[in-house]
């Protein structure tokens, strides 16, 4: 079994990588000078691929004169200057580029085919581990990156290892890992805080930023940061603390002392799982001790880190770090919105019973209860706003199964919601064109999502009669529509001679008898003093669709429609 499978959390993962002979056995291959693993060699880059029955792991290491540099290189100049796109699978609407270490990357690319080799060769049967030390750990991530791309909710992932590497990339790099717990799982970076490698491509934080787990480490102990901004700041503070100098940090005593530890059972890793009963505070401070090695009467000073000052920032970034988190959980929420849908349902009843239809309800917002109509359609929009920005951030296949689970969902919050919007943006009688100029991406998405299921499933809505009294009008932009033909009848008089309005309005005419004929139009737009029912008096006298006008001529036709009974010709 992969258990690397077995955890969605870098922070779940690394305590069971720590604690198993895994790290120890990652390390010693390689330090390992073993006669039977040929290394393979490239422009300035070596690596050996070690098998065992149950486990294959590569190691990649950089020739000793290689000094890599501070400036980041973009992933546009990439493709505009080398043709490089392999990581573009990484953007998205909201990440459009990004940037990655420009020496590191070049290194890369010029061994680009080579490792494209090593790539198709690797069996992904077995559990795979990418590692290096210093800036071959920087390669193992990219290699690693270069895998993501065939990584798949419930699929083998490699693990990458790293061992004092510098950082790779920029914020944007981070975030585009980040936003799935898969792909960041995939990546624990071991640090010793006396080493300066990890640290020297760091003078300008601004421009690079960590992305996966760091697993900080001291002779006493070790801690591990899921959040790159508390990552970042550990680095940070380190190139200030210099009294002693840096050292050639041993991470082969450090990974066999935690080793040993884990097996005396003398070592807990500390972390971010906290209780209620445990301050974060505490909490941070025992972390930072691990970290840096230091005794309970050594923890408020250390060379030039203010800890406590240390300690608050921390704080301050892992409490920012968990509300980010929190802020935007679609099951947590889910609850709460189904009530405010609710609400909707009530209220849409309630503006039936008096007389009219929800939409002229809203649109007129004369009531106290229309104002709270207001509040509830206001939440629903931001939080089906966030989901699918939420989907948008998130790698293809995860972005899948994320909309299959969601879209009942989010189609009935768009028929019921959009029609809201609409009513709100025509209600001052001065704008027009919502579906142009009006209407919110999140609504496209929510629409676009149902008619890619529709095609995968070879499936219409079709037509039917069960409950039509109940049901929501299928295309959310009807009201939109209806507004538009309604600012044509504005022009009436004029309107035999203006045959591009003219046009619209039959365009309009057919549409709203395909719909009825499809039984996708909620009944309610048939109530005395709709928007429909002031269109179509304002209209009939032009009509040229003389089935949708034998339909309206009969009013026992509406009674017909709401209780499906009607044969539409």
């Not at 010693?28 to 880059?45: C, F, K, Q, Y």
């Not at 001291?218 to 508390?230: H, K, R, Y």
């Not at 899948?400 to 919050?413: C, E, K, M, Q, V």
Request: hydrophobic share 35%.
């Amino acid at each position: 079994m992969n258990r690397t499978q077995l955890f969605n959390s870098g922070i779940m993962q690394a305590p069971f990588v720590t604690s198993s002979p895994l790290l120890l056995k990652t390390w010693g291959v390689i330090a390992s000078r073993d006669e039977d693993v040929v290394p393979h060699e490239g422009r300035g880059l070596f690596w050996k691929v070690w098998k065992e029955s149950e486990l294959t792991i590569v190691v990649f290491e950089v020739k000793n004169d290689f000094d890599p540099q501070q400036k980041l290189v973009s992933s546009s100049v990439l493709k505009e200057k080398n043709n490089f796109r392999r990581f573009e699978f990484l953007c998205t609407k909201k990440i459009p580029e990004l940037s990655f270490n420009g020496s590191v990357v070049s290194l890369f690319i010029d061994n680009l085919e080579k490792l494209d080799e090593l790539k198709s060769k690797i069996s992904s049967s077995h559990p795979l581990i990418i590692t290096g030390h210093g800036v071959g750990g920087a390669i193992a991530s990219l290699f690693t990156v270069l895998l993501l791309e065939s990584i798949g909710s419930g699929k083998k992932r490699p693990l990458c290892i790293t061992f004092g590497s510098p950082l790779i990339g920029d914020k944007k790099l981070q975030e585009a890992i980040s936003r799935s717990s898969i792909w960041s799982s995939c990546f624990l970076h071991v640090v010793s805080y006396k080493d300066s490698l990890p640290k020297k491509l760091n003078s300008q934080p601004v421009d690079y930023m960590p992305f996966g787990t760091f697993l900080f480490c001291s002779d006493t102990g070790a801690t591990c940061f899921g959040n790159p901004e508390s990552v970042l700041e550990l680095l940070v503070s380190s190139i200030n603390d210099q009294s002693q100098g840096f050292e050639v940090a041993d991470y082969g005593k450090l990974v066999k002392n935690l080793n040993c530890k884990a097996i005396c059972k003398d070592f807990s890793l500390q972390g971010m799982n906290l209780t209620h009963s445990t301050s974060l505070n505490a909490s941070i401070r025992l972390q930072l001790c691990a970290a840096l090695g230091l005794t309970s009467n050594m923890q408020l000073q250390h060379q030039n880190i203010d800890i406590n000052a240390l300690v608050t920032k921390l704080e301050r970034l892992e409490n920012k770090f968990m509300f980010q988190k929190m802020k935007f959980d679609p099951s947590k929420k889910l609850n709460v919105m189904k009530i405010d849908m609710a609400k909707l349902e009530w209220y849409k009843k309630h503006c039936k019973s008096q007389g009219s239809g929800y939409y002229d309800c809203f649109k007129r917002g004369v009531s106290t209860i229309d104002q709270d109509a207001v509040q509830w359609q206001k939440n629903l929009r931001n939080y089906w706003s966030d989901m699918v920005e939420e989907a948008e951030m998130k790698p293809q296949t995860e972005a899948a199964a994320f909309r299959t689970r969601w879209l009942f969902s989010g189609t009935n919050y768009r028929r019921m919601v959009e029609p809201l919007d609409i009513a709100e943006y025509y209600a001052n009688g001065l704008r027009k064109d919502y579906e142009a100029k009006g209407r919110s991406r999140h609504y496209v998405v929510l629409e676009k999502w149902l008619e890619e299921d529709k095609k995968e499933k070879s499936d219409s809505e079709g037509k039917t009669k069960k409950n039509v009294e109940l049901i929501l009008t299928i295309d959310s932009c009807f009201w939109a529509k209806l507004e538009e033909a309604l600012l044509l009848c504005g022009e009436l008089d004029n309107l035999k001679e203006n045959v591009e309005a003219k046009g619209k309005l039959l365009e309009f005419e057919n549409y709203v008898y395909e719909s009825l004929k499809k039984y996708e139009v909620s009944p309610e737009i048939f109530l005395k003093g709709s928007s429909y029912m002031t269109w179509w008096n304002k209209y009939k006298g032009f009509a040229d669709n003389h089935r949708l006008a034998n339909f309206m001529r009969n009013p026992q036709h509406f009674d017909q429609y709401t209780e499906g009974d009607y044969s539409f010709t």
